[in-house]
């Protein structure tokens, strides 16, 4: 499998988890490249992720992939606003 057929699947794979898409993983023995599952930097945020993937889907021209993390990333940021605004307000009762 190529360099960027990888980097591909791997893309996908955090599209799904980005976008809460609840794909089975099967356990499977095989040693081939094609098999494995291939998942992003476990070490970046969410954000970052989405940002990166964002990057990713421009250059390949997925516009819609595009505009799905675009809406969930405004979404998350919306709704860590209206905890955190929450919060200070049970702050000060």
């Known amino acids: 499998m190529k360099e960027m057929e990888?980097?591909?699947r791997a893309m996908n794979v955090g599209y799904d988890m980005v976008m809460g898409e609840d794909k089975q993983i099967y356990h499977n023995d095989s040693n081939e490249i094609e098999d494995m599952v291939f998942i992003p930097d476990p070490e970046l945020t969410t954000d970052e992720l989405t940002e990166e993937l964002i990057e990713y889907f421009e250059s390949t021209?997925?516009?819609e992939k595009c505009?799905?993390?675009?809406?969930?990333l405004q979404l998350t940021k919306v709704l860590n606003q209206l905890i955190?605004?929450?919060?200070?307000?049970l702050d000060n009762i």
């Open 67 to 72: 505009a799905n993390l675009r809406d969930s």
């Open 61 to 63: 021209e997925e516009y």
């Open 6 to 8: 990888l980097l591909d």
């Open 84 to 89: 955190y605004d929450e919060s200070r307000r």
